[in-house]
């Protein structure tokens, strides 16, 4: 029987082609979605808002249900704010925190129970490189990828001895929607300050997300790899 992974913010961009090299690999493919309305004969898709604790727990418990449980959790769902600190409101702040850090952490509980009965499973949390160096007027959002990394990090020795194992990928600027507000010139500015000399792609990270999740990275938990071109 195929293995179910539960992809969080999967309608596009990283979560998308995750989905879909994962389908190509013959898993059975599960994607939460808010906004997009999207169908697909190849991946089940789930309505859920992320930051709420009760579609969470929807999700999760669908999940349940329909294919015993989930044996790789990506999560991947995420917003980007450029702004001021003093332009962040309270609102903005406890906005980014839920969808970028909370969702993962509240995923994790929702989907770990299974994984433990099961003495086996992976998690791949999706950072960023500006959760690693922080990125002005990008404080709450650095921020928010930081906690994804400690989350990472410390869950991976917790559940270890379940036989889980947890890792994180963290983007540099991908060539996606959420950076659809950078100007050419950026663009430009950026691509020049890459050693590899191009954006990336969703599918450079989706390959990535492949590798740590599945069992070519057996031996692999608690770390953070960096796919960004040489940027950092």
């Known amino acids: 029987m195929a293995e179910t992974v539960v992809i969080t913010g999967a309608s596009r961009g990283i979560g998308l082609a995750c989905a879909k090299l994962f389908v190509s690999k013959g898993y059975t493919v599960v994607g ?22 009760d579609d969470i727990k929807r999700l999760s ?3 349940q249900s329909k294919y015993g449980g989930a044996d790789i959790l990506i999560n991947n ?26 969702s993962h ?9 299974y994984m433990i009965s099961q003495k086996h499973g992976s998690i791949v ?10 990125a002005s007027c990008e404080v709450s959002y ?5 906690a994804v990394i400690g989350l990472t990090k410390a869950l991976a020795k917790e559940v270890a001895p379940s036989g889980i194992r947890v890792n994180a990928v963290t983007p540099g600027v991908i ?15 950026i691509i020049e300050n890459t050693p590899l000399s191009r954006l990336g792609t969703a599918s450079d990270i989706a390959e990535a997300v492949y590798f740590l999740a599945s069992k070519h990275s057996s031996f692999i938990t608690g770390q953070v790899l960096t796919v960004d071109g040489g940027f950092i």
């Open 32 to 53: 939460s979605f808010l906004n997009t309305d999207i169908r697909s004969d190849t991946i089940d898709f789930f309505r859920a808002d992320m930051s709420s604790s």
């Open 61 to 63: 418990e669908y999940v």
């Open 77 to 102: 769902v995420g917003i980007a704010e450029q702004k001021l600190i003093f332009d962040i409101t309270e609102s903005d702040y406890d906005r980014m925190m839920n969808i970028n850090a909370k």
């Open 105 to 113: 952490f509240l995923c994790c509980k929702e989907f770990l129970p």
């Open 125 to 134: 949390n999706i950072s960023s490189i500006w959760g690693i160096t922080g």
């Open 142 to 146: 650095s921020m928010s990828k930081a």
């Open 175 to 189: 060539d996606t929607d959420m950076n659809g507000n950078l100007s050419d010139l950026d663009k430009k500015e």
